[in-house]
């Protein structure tokens, strides 16, 4: 797996993924309006090699559907244009048994197409399968999971946009046995502020040997500002440890 062509995977604000979708969609029932801009500065790597990058992210939703486009550049992979969409599509409606499908689709210079669908039931405890596919072209890695895999997520929703899920995002294309283990937490606090948090275990072969190692993120939601802090070793499962700092205003 090289640099570039490792780096096929969900974007940080795209809900490609059941997991990303699930956090995607607590925050639209938070949020049924909201658009926002995000800016983030990554860290890949350590020392004289380490390699800087920048995303600029603008997002818009509407009633659970959302539209967004970006731009990530740095000195490695030089830049990349990417855009997306996905919304919750009711197949049932009801107090404790809803049926919703969630699709997704990403586009990049470069050539690239993905996509995924999930499946999600019940409420407020909630279960979700889901299958993401690309057409493998060169995509730039904001996020942490395989983007070729499956995955299932068991979870719970409460009021204000409490959340507490479990995933697992798994490879089931390529051969690799990459596998990522998610525990989500999303919780109010005073002042109108909110907390999120992500714990990361990830297992399975690397670009140097097997992967065996925990990652995590750590979020501050405000009524307008947020801020995010994610720590990701052997990102994409390289030999390099990434760092991301990103924040953003919402509209």
């Known amino acids: 797996m090289t640099w570039r062509g490792g780096w096929v995977a969900v974007l940080a604000l795209a809900a490609a993924l ?5 956090e995607d969609e607590a925050d639209a029932q938070a949020n049924p309006g909201e658009s926002k801009i995000t800016l983030g500065r990554y860290r890949l790597g350590s020392g004289a090699a380490a390699t800087l990058g920048t995303d600029l992210n603008a997002r818009w939703r509407r009633d659970g559907r959302s539209l967004w486009l970006g731009l990530y550049q740095d000195g490695a992979v030089g830049r990349q244009w990417r855009a997306g969409w996905d919304e919750p599509w009711a197949l049932a409606t009801g107090p404790t048994l809803p049926v919703q499908l969630l699709p997704s689709l990403q586009l990049a210079s470069g050539g690239f197409v993905g996509g995924s669908l999930a499946l999600q039931v019940g409420a407020p405890f909630y279960a979700q399968v889901g299958l993401g ?3 493998l072209r060169s995509y730039v890695n904001l996020n942490f999971d395989p983007n070729d895999a499956i995955g299932l997520v068991l979870g719970w929703q409460g ?3 409490r959340q ?6 798994a490879d089931d294309r390529l051969g690799t046995g990459q ?3 998610h525990l989500t937490l999303r919780w109010p606090l005073a002042d109108a502020l909110r907390l999120s948090a992500d714990l990361l275990h990830k297992q399975g072969q690397g670009d140097t040997g097997v992967v065996n190692a925990w990652g995590w993120t750590l979020g501050l939601d405000g009524v307008v500002w947020f801020a995010r802090l994610a720590h990701d070793p052997k990102q994409n499962f390289t030999a390099q440890d990434a760092w991301r700092l990103s924040g953003g205003r919402r509209f």
């Open 179 to 181: 596998q990522h283990q």
């Open 159 to 161: 009021e204000g946009s």
């Open 133 to 135: 596919r690309t057409n």
């Open 164 to 169: 507490l899920s479990v995933s697992v995002i």
């Open 18 to 22: 059941p997991a990303a979708a699930a």
